[in-house]
């Protein structure tokens, strides 16, 4: 009998953008955590982080273009976190901050001033 492969078909409400972006947070005590963005849509994100949250903890996360959001911990596993976003960020924003991950959110956002690379 041969092996049968199961297809697992991912089903998502929203496209994601891929992206590479360093960032920083701040959890609910305060303490700064370092970030590694691995992709964004308007209702959330999917990160490498340095600690280790559990589901249900917030966090102040820095964005390219839009700056400081609301994210909640939704998942935790192996050094990769998924949060929500408190309220989605525009579209159009998502989009930016997915194409220019190099944008400094705070000087001039929005204006495409460039950040070097090693944030």
């Known amino acids: 009998m041969p092996d049968q492969a199961m297809a697992i078909q ?5 496209p994601r953008d891929e992206v590479m972006h360093r960032t920083r947070a ?5 303490n700064g955590v370092k970030l590694v963005l691995v992709n964004v849509s ?5 990160a490498r982080c340095d600690r280790d949250p559990v589901a249900g903890d917030l966090l102040r ?3 390219p273009i839009i700056g400081e ?3 909640q911990v939704r998942w935790s596993l192996g050094g990769r976190i998924g949060c929500s976003f408190d309220s989605t960020i525009p579209l159009k924003a998502g989009e930016v ?5 190099g944008l400094d959110p705070g000087s001039r956002a929005g204006r495409g001033v460039a950040r070097g690379s090693g944030s």
């Open 26 to 30: 701040t959890d609910g005590e305060g």
């Open 69 to 71: 959001v609301v994210a």
């Open 97 to 101: 901050a997915a194409r220019h991950p």
């Open 42 to 46: 308007p209702s959330g994100l999917m």
């Open 10 to 14: 991912e089903t998502r409400s929203e």
């Open 61 to 63: 996360v820095v964005l």
